[in-house]
């Protein structure tokens, strides 16, 4: 008997249990069931200067609207009609204009609904804006070395790239008919090489970047004028005073007129064993570092193997270049710079000291 009366007792607090169970259903059931249409399928962004494309995809064919949210707590709407469209085609939705974005992160929620008010879940896509503290930090690509080679050609060493978000380099410059040039290059390179340049006339470049690969604007530095360097012989046809010459044809112009190992053209100095020097007005102040020379060593006894190069500094003759026993033909000697406005070829007094030089060069590198 006691244990029939705990058998019903069990029974009791069962079905009140579930009486509570089914009051909990209930309460679900008066709502209705909740229907969900698809959701967004993928959405990519196209970012820009304070502008932005979005492309969305959305394949349920129930889709009407498109709600998007944005903006602190969602505080901005957009709601987008869904036009008839294939699976896979695309649906666009486009900040510009006078609806542009100020720069920054977004994070947009995208909500799609049907004719009878049924809602998708909540698809989230973060997206970046551009604007000016993304071009403030943009660096020009810096050259480490633009020269003029031997062709007139312009050849160019360019540093490493500073991001990788630097997709190339715009250079504009004028050719050797006058027209205007511009022209782009793809970073894909340390050295770059410009032909039939006028880079007396100037050589500027500014550097291209993209922040995203989907960008929709390119954003540019500031142009940069590139400074372009030649080696110039600064002597070659400029006006010299001599020493001394014989015969009187052989006079010390001869030594600068860019005429090279020809017998009719060099400068000859007497046979007295004296001091011959010729000295170079250079017409102007530059910064010299080289010397070259071609020399006539016919003769045996007298090879002119002690000479100077003199560079007048501060009012006096500084030596730069000095040889006692030199046995080149063709000599060229680098030196520490020196600023200078006149230059000399200097021979002391010694035994068989006669000078014969088919041409003297002395070189600057000189910045356009």
């Known amino acids: 008997m006691f244990m029939k009366n705990i058998a019903l007792l069990f029974a009791i607090i069962l079905l009140g249990a579930c009486a509570k169970m089914n009051d909990k259903h209930d309460e679900f059931l008066a709502r209705g069931e909740t229907i969900y249409i698809g959701k967004v399928d993928s959405v990519t962004t196209f970012p820009g200067r304070e502008r932005l494309l979005l492309k969305y995809w959305l394949s349920d064919p129930r889709a009407k609207n498109v709600t998007v949210y944005w903006g602190v707590n969602n505080s901005k709407s957009k709601v987008l009609k869904v036009t008839p469209h294939a699976a896979t085609e695309p649906l666009e ?85 006058g027209n205007a040039v511009e022209v782009y290059y793809p970073t894909l390179s340390t050295s770059q090489t410009l032909t039939d340049v006028d880079y007396l006339k100037g050589v500027t470049y500014r550097t291209l970047y993209i922040p995203e690969p989907t960008a929709i604007d390119t954003f540019y530095t500031e142009l940069t004028r590139l400074d372009v360097s030649k080696v110039v012989n600064i002597t070659q046809g400029k006006p010299v005073t001599h020493s001394d010459c ?123």
Do not use: C
């Not at 896509?125 to 031997?150: C, F, H, M």
């Not at 068989?352 to 590198?365: G, L, M, Q, W």
């Open 93 to 177: 939705l486009y900040f510009g204009g006078d609806e542009y974005l100020t720069e920054g992160n977004y994070t947009f929620s995208w909500i799609s609904t049907d004719d009878h008010g049924n809602k998708s879940m909540v698809f989230e896509k973060i997206a970046s804006v551009y604007g000016p503290l993304y071009q403030e930090k943009l660096l020009n690509r810096r050259a480490t070395e633009a020269k003029v080679n031997d062709a007139d050609n312009v050849e160019i060493t360019w540093a490493g790239a500073t991001s990788d978000e630097e997709i190339g380099i715009e250079m504009y410059y004028t050719d050797k008919s």
């Open 246 to 368: 014989d015969p009187v044809n052989y006079i010390g112009e001869l030594a600068v007129d860019g005429i090279t190992g020809t017998s009719a053209s060099r400068w000859v100095s007497n046979n007295s064993n004296t001091e011959h020097w010729i000295e170079v007005d250079l017409q102007g102040t530059y910064s010299i570092n080289a010397f070259r020379m071609w020399r006539d060593v016919s003769q045996a006894a007298q090879k002119m193997k002690q000479f100077k190069l003199q560079a007048y500094v501060n009012d006096q003759w500084k030596d730069v270049v000095s040889e006692s026993s030199n046995e080149e033909a063709l000599y060229y000697k680098e030196f520490a710079a020196v600023e200078t406005s006149k230059v000399r070829l200097y021979v002391p007094a010694y035994t068989d000291n006669r000078a014969r030089v088919y041409e003297i060069a002395v070189y600057s590198v000189i910045k356009y």
